[in-house]
């Protein structure tokens, strides 16, 4: 069976594959337009991904392509629906990556505190500047809200208790009972229930997946209800947040972000491209969307891939399926929908 990788791949998982029999070819300068290409060349059954986007276009002319395997746990650079209406399973890697992603955001609230990345900036153009950046009110004691509690989202509680934080979580799916058993506070599951608890922290730190029901969950009712001065961390996707109403927050009312991912970043793993929340004094950190760039994460991402690969090459069916609904009518068989419980965080 022949494997495509349209991205960086371990070379531990490459090996593993070809010792199940599979023909691979890795070739991470893969895009979108030259995917069909490729596809076409190599005619692989198998497609894997992580940043490349596999839009309908590629989908419709995929050929002899049967499943499409994000290596990671969002899949919002795939075309799920296109994917389904040809018969191709779209499977994904949930809560390999969590703990990574999980660091970076404490990365970026800690720098939202402390404000590493701008004090690195003036030393390296000659300032010293003790008496501004002396300022820092320290996490101990803040209370932090989570927004999305899937495995990424619980690794951040854990990471945000040591650092001896007060912890609410809020998610469509939160009850009285889970919150408990996460121990943390009971942040609600409505969207009222969403502004009351931020309304009520001192940073906020997002990790829903990207779907069309948290398209602008951060949008203007959610930052006028953040307190002022409160600090804001997405690890997510970015079109999880309205920009502008964000950007509108950290010039009003003292909103400190930290960022990983933005509404229109590039497709292209290298680009010249600036974002327009950069040239704001409050944006105290911005990074490449690189929360699951970790060795850690990346192993345990490519043996899940592998798993995968292995499911399908064995039995023909797919496992943590992600368009299982879109597949149900052409009669395929799915092991399991787990994907469904991961938040999007790299």
């Known amino acids: ?3 495509l990788i349209a991205d960086q791949f371990e070379a531990s998982a490459c090996e593993a594959l070809e010792r199940m029999g599979c023909e691979i070819r890795v070739d991470p300068a893969l895009g979108p337009e030259t995917l069909v290409e490729a596809i076409a060349a190599f005619e692989p059954a198998v497609l894997i991904v992580r940043s490349t986007k596999v839009p309908k276009a590629v989908i419709d002319q995929a050929g002899p392509v049967r499943l499409i ?3 990671g746990a969002g899949y919002d650079n795939i075309d799920i629906s296109a994917a389904g209406a040809r018969s191709i399973g779209v499977c994904n890697c ?3 990556n969590g703990v990574a992603v999980a660091e970076l955001t404490m990365a970026h609230l800690l720098n939202c505190d402390r404000r590493v990345a701008s004090q690195t900036a003036e030393l390296r153009a000659g300032h010293w500047n003790k008496q501004e950046y002396s300022k820092a009110r320290g ?12 495995s ?3 690794a951040v509680i854990s990471r945000a208790k040591a650092f001896e934080m007060g912890v609410a979580a809020w998610s469509r799916s939160m009850t ?16 009222q229930d969403l502004l009351k608890m931020v309304s009520g922290c001192d940073a906020v ?5 990207s779907t069309p029901d948290t398209k602008d969950l951060c949008d203007q009712a959610f930052f006028d209800a ?8 997405n690890t997510s996707r970015g079109s999880v947040v309205d920009e502008k109403a964000l950007a509108a927050a950290i010039q009003a009312k003292g909103i400190r972000a930290g960022l990983d991912v933005y509404r229109d970043q590039p497709a292209e793993k290298k680009a010249e491209w600036r974002p327009g929340l950069a040239d704001l004094e409050g944006v105290a950190s911005m990074s490449h969307h690189v929360g699951a760039s970790t060795d850690q994460a990346q192993t345990a991402v490519g043996v899940e891939a592998v798993r995968l690969v292995e499911v399908f090459k064995t039995s023909g069916r797919y496992e943590n399926c992600v368009n299982e609904d879109e597949l149900a009518g052409a009669g395929v068989d799915v092991v399991s929908r787990a994907g469904q419980s991961a938040a999007a965080g790299g």
Not at 140 to 150: D, E, S
Not at 186 to 191: D, Q, V
């Open 1 to 3: 069976m022949k494997v």
């Open 69 to 71: 395997i994000r290596a």
């Open 94 to 96: 949930p809560g390999m």
């Open 139 to 150: 996490l101990k004691g803040l209370r932090l809200g989570i927004v999305g509690v899937g």
């Open 152 to 154: 990424i989202g619980r």
């Open 176 to 191: 009285p009972e889970r919150a408990k058993s996460l121990g943390v506070e009971f942040g609600g599951s409505t969207r």
């Open 205 to 209: 730190s997002i990790h829903v997946a």
């Open 226 to 233: 953040m307190t002022e001065g409160a600090y804001f961390v």
